[in-house]
Nanobody
Framework: QVQLVESGGGSVQAGGSLRLSCAASKYTNVGNCMGWFRQAPGKEREGVAVIYNLDGSAYYAVSVKGRFTISRDNSETTVYLDMNSLKPEDTAMYYC???????????????????WGQGTQVTVSS
């Protein structure tokens, strides 16, 4: 069983930055890709950014492209999400997830993911 632990959430003003971290339990197979998702109150969970463990290629939701950057450490067990130029609409609970399948056209779909962290809150004030 893979355990994912997020950290780094908090409250910032619009235009600010935050860095989220997701640490996977050691010596486990986290799968082919890891990603960040978010869910705002009353809304469905949506994909934000995903990174493939094999080659480091990344995919982003249109709403965050150019502002957010996903990366991983060399051990491939920690994934980061650097969030810049934050907007109030970025306010949500952010979740880390890992998938064994990672089908190319489905990488931002929550149902494709096998393991989930507990989430970390990001609040952006105007």
């Amino acid at each position: 069983q893979v355990q994912l632990v997020e950290s780094g959430g908090g409250s910032v003003q619009a235009g600010g930055s935050l860095r989220l971290s997701c640490a996977a339990s050691k010596y486990t197979n986290v799968g082919n890709c890891m990603g960040w998702f978010r869910q705002a109150p009353g809304k469905e969970r949506e994909g934000v950014a995903v990174i493939y463990n094999l080659d480091g290629s990344a995919y982003y939701a249109v709403s965050v492209k150019g502002r957010f950057t996903i990366s991983r450490d060399n051990s491939e067990t920690t994934v980061y999400l650097d969030m810049n130029s934050l907007k109030p609409e970025d306010t949500a609970m952010y979740y880390c997830a890992a998938s064994h399948t990672c089908r190319t056209h489905w990488v931002l779909v929550p149902s494709e993911y096998d393991y989930w962290g507990q989430g970390t809150q990001v609040t952006v004030s105007s």
